[in-house]
């Protein structure tokens, strides 16, 4: 029997190559997406002796609607069984400060790219009645903080659309299975490339290992499950600032994120 087919986006580093390692070990070939070519094809070659997987490197750049388009049609060949929408990068800094550049980028990124991708994706998995898509999202989906606006609030749409697709299938009785993740502090270079000094941020109880959350993304990926908060300390968090009165959540998250927001 041929080998499943994964394709992931932001792969060259952090959740993205473990998703990619784990789901080499579970039998899976892979698509590697990423802008970094080297990262890539060292990845890929680690994949293939380790492993014994098959993986094909896209050099792209998801903020580039040419990058995005070239993704797109290799999802529409049709042979993905899953997909992976894993890209994504952060920001520091209040909103109206911010390089408007780059906040432009995060919006296309985590909100453009992740559209288009699952709609080219969606028909044949539909098709087959097999298949599905993680969205990697944050538990900062669900509380918003100064500093980091859009990312939040692209986070939050991530979810959204998650939960839209799940209903949409759900209601035609299609097999799909779409998932959104939500971690919260993870060990990967997410928060070097931002400059931030972890200590300063939260205990090293609320810090997580990458493998553990690509494996409780993985182990309710397969029972169906759509939204996937790993961690005990992080769905307490998430169900309290969904049972409090909203003002009362924005208000506490402004004043815990105050001392970490830029000045």
Known sequence: ?????????????????????????????????????????????????KQGAGSESVTADLTRD???????????????????????FGSRGFFFEADPEQQAAMHRLHVLATERLTRAALPGMVARRRGGIINVASVAAFIAGPGNISYCATKAWMVAFTEGLYMELKSMGSPVTVQALCPGYTYTEFHDVLGVDRAQIMGKSWWMSADRVVAESLSGFGRGKLLVIPGMRYKAVVAISRFLPRWLVIEGAARFRNQYAKR
Request: some cysteine.
């Open 66 to 88: 040419e990058d995005v388009m070239r993704v797109c049609e290799r999802l529409a060949a049709g042979d993905i069984e899953l997909l992976v929408n894993n890209a994504g």
């Open 1 to 49: 029997m041929p080998r499943p087919v994964a394709l992931i986006t932001g792969a060259s580093a952090g959740l993205g190559a473990t998703f990619a390692h784990q789901l080499a070990a579970e039998g899976y070939d892979l698509i590697l997406v990423a802008r970094r070519a080297a990262a890539l094809e060292q990845l890929a070659a680690e994949l293939g002796m």
